[in-house]
């Protein structure tokens, strides 16, 4: 037989460990995985000299945006960005406007979004009004729940926990996970009011409001609402050491719970906004050097099941507003995530086993990514080349985002994807996209 396309003199990242071999591509799958003399031929050959094809990266926690905020991102630049950082699946999230909290409104974005992604894209939703359309959207091939606990975003008050259990419990029903935004909303109100009150009105104050025993006290909850569900709770980005502590140990007792930690808390600590002024404003803000290196530590010990972006694009407008209280929290980094892994393995800080663990295999464990997240016959070939050792300098001027501006603007990193194969098809070459809008597919089961 004549496969679609084949890749040749590569060093594929397996389960099993890292092979020289070549990949044949059939229909979107991976065929076989051999010796290039094992490999069925061609219509295509594309020779990859040697370099290492890992799974693509599945990011778990990004803000797409588009329709009424598509001038922030929209699914076309947001997927470019994602292809541009060897990203080749993304869960949208939905606080977006409208918000997606229904199943209508659920559709209505995966119809918008399958004529303009170039990636592959998974949604959550948030919780509706009512508890019967849980079903209805987890119908409509909703891949997993969200919910701000310290704040409304969709139908369900957070602060009504004999409702909120119930919508845990219903969308345990259709086997959903439940992203969890941890953060305590009273005790954060309080810290608003009285720095307001004293007339704080600096960076650092944005960081006290949102401060560790908010996101403690957060998680806290979040644990108690996976013992009282019993649905699978993921917690979005832990920022702080105690905050995982807590995660850690409620999975020792057998709680099913997982986290995420971003790039940014890994590497950033809360003095780096002196440098970098208000793109560096995130929620949760960036923490203290001992929760940077604890995180650190977590990692490499696999204490952290997933690293995800958090890419939340603002404009630069609305990244310098005139009071802290009035800024948009949020920074970009689809087109940076890997890189900077990449970067901590050539730093000697983790191993590729580890990026691979948490930028892929669990990511599609956890969010019930069917056939992807791993190199193996049968699976989808969502591929990304990437040129280990390659020295290159962060330039946001050159991202597909629409937000041009990150933290890490000026780093020289080290580990550059190359090559981004979604649904087996070349989408990225050396940061050009080479696929049309549209080619991503929606994932919904
Ligand atoms: O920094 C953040 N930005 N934190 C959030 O929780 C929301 C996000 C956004 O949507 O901009
Ligand atoms: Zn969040
Ligand atoms: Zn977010």
Known sequence: MTVDLVLRDAKIYLPSGIVEAGLAIEDGRIFKVAKESNLPSASEKMDLNGMLVLPGVIDVHVHLRDQELSYKEDFYTGTCAAANGGVTLVIDMPN????????AALKERMDLASRRIVVNVAFYSAFPREISEIRRIANAGAKAFKIFLSHTVGGLDPNNEKSVIEAFMEAAKSNLPIAVHAEDGLLLQENIKSLRLE??????????????????????RAMKLARESCAHV????VSTADGLRIISKAKSSGLPVSC?????HLLLSEEYVDKVGSIALINPPLRSREDVLYLQRALKEGLIDIVASDHAPHTLKEKEGSSVWDISAGMVGLETMLPLMLTMFNRGQISIQT?????????????RLKDRGVIREGAYADLVVVDIKRE??????EFYSKAKFSPFEGWVVKGKPVKTFVNGVLSMDECEIVVKPGHGKIIVN
């Open 355 to 367: 990026i691979v663990k948490v930028l892929a295999e669990k990511p599609s464990k956890i969010f």
């Open 199 to 220: 007339g704080r009105d600096d960076l650092y104050a944005f960081s006290e409001a949102h401060s560790p025993e908010v996101e403690v006290r957060g998680i806290r």
């Open 260 to 264: 995420e930690v971003t790039p940014h």
């Open 234 to 237: 993921h917690v979005c980005h």
């Open 96 to 103: 977006n406007k409208p918000v997606t909290m229904t199943s």
């Open 392 to 397: 290159w300098v962060i330039d946001p001027s």
